[in-house]
């Protein structure tokens, strides 16, 4: 049972000794639990059991909240951060290929893709800034670094990561001149490339005949119709009756991700 009250933690946020003393008391259980949930040795547990404590000793001032329940919510949620950046470091040092930019280009970009591996995967490479983003072989071992079991449980959001957090918005002007415009201009790219993210991340035939019917590029734009049909048949080696089966599969396939990405009807 929490026997912390809110004064001892105001007393410690002004560095009262005594007061520190029961905080990390409060804290200690949490911590150990949130170790061993995620240590695979006991000597993993306990060095992670260390980065947790620095991890609620360092976030102690940064506390803002008016209410015991609040303060634990709040260190749990760091602490989980942590030890799950501790532990999805230690285990891709070497693993995957994936390096610390990379991880945290693609945790952003997790946060714009809701959560969608695949569109991700395809978001790394478009939607950064210049400078920022990634090759196909550097997101993809991102990928693999962030898909591996320390990461499964993460939920959407607690990596801390965003992409307004993590990367810059690069509008080709200083950051204190950058008008409305530009920052319409910035979400409208931003929607395009989620677009192309996810059309890319769906089956080859579906995404071809979907940016062939709306002229995404770098395919032309055939539209819907006989002639359209006969054209992507031939181009696909199929029937023109299968390509409108397939377009009306990719309309759904596209709707249906889209709508999870964004959260948006399409």
């Known amino acids: 049972m929490d026997t912390l009250s809110y004064e001892t933690i105001k ?6 000794i005594h007061a520190v003393g029961e905080v990390v008391k409060a804290l200690e259980g949490r911590i150990t639990n949130l170790a061993y ?8 547990r306990e060095e992670f059991a ?3 404590r620095i991890a609620a000793w360092e976030a102690l001032s940064r506390f803002e909240g008016e209410t015991v329940d609040a303060f634990f919510a709040f260190m749990t949620r760091t602490v989980e951060m942590t030890i799950k950046d501790a532990v999805r470091t230690e285990n891709n040092q070497g693993a995957t290929g994936a390096d610390h930019d990379a991880l945290k280009v693609f945790a952003a970009m997790m946060a714009e ?6 569109v991700a995967e395809h978001l790394c490479q478009t939607l950064p800034p210049k400078g920022r983003r990634l090759s196909a072989e550097r997101a993809h071992a991102a990928r693999m670094a962030y898909e591996g079991p320390v990461s499964l449980d993460m939920p959407n959001g607690e990596t801390g990561a965003s992409f307004a957090d993590v990367i810059a918005a690069d509008y080709g002007v200083p950051e204190d001149m950058v008008e409305a415009g530009d920052i319409a201009r910035g979400e409208r790219d931003r929607k395009i490339k989620v677009v192309r993210a996810v059309l890319d991340s769906m ?3 579906g995404s071809h005949i979907l940016k062939a ?9 055939l539209g819907t119709g006989a002639e359209a049909d006969a054209e992507l048949a031939e181009e696909l080696g199929t029937k023109p009756a299968t390509v409108r089966v397939l377009r009306n599969q990719a309309h759904k396939s596209f709707e249906s991700r889209y709508t999870k990405v964004t959260g948006l009807a399409k």
């Open 11 to 16: 007393a410690a946020q002004g560095n009262d």
């Open 37 to 44: 949930r995620h240590g695979a040795s006991a000597d993993q």
């Open 50 to 52: 260390q980065v947790g």
């Open 113 to 118: 893709a809701n959560s969608d591996y695949d």
């Open 203 to 205: 089956g080859a035939k």
């Open 213 to 221: 019917t709306y002229g995404i590029d770098p395919v032309p734009c």
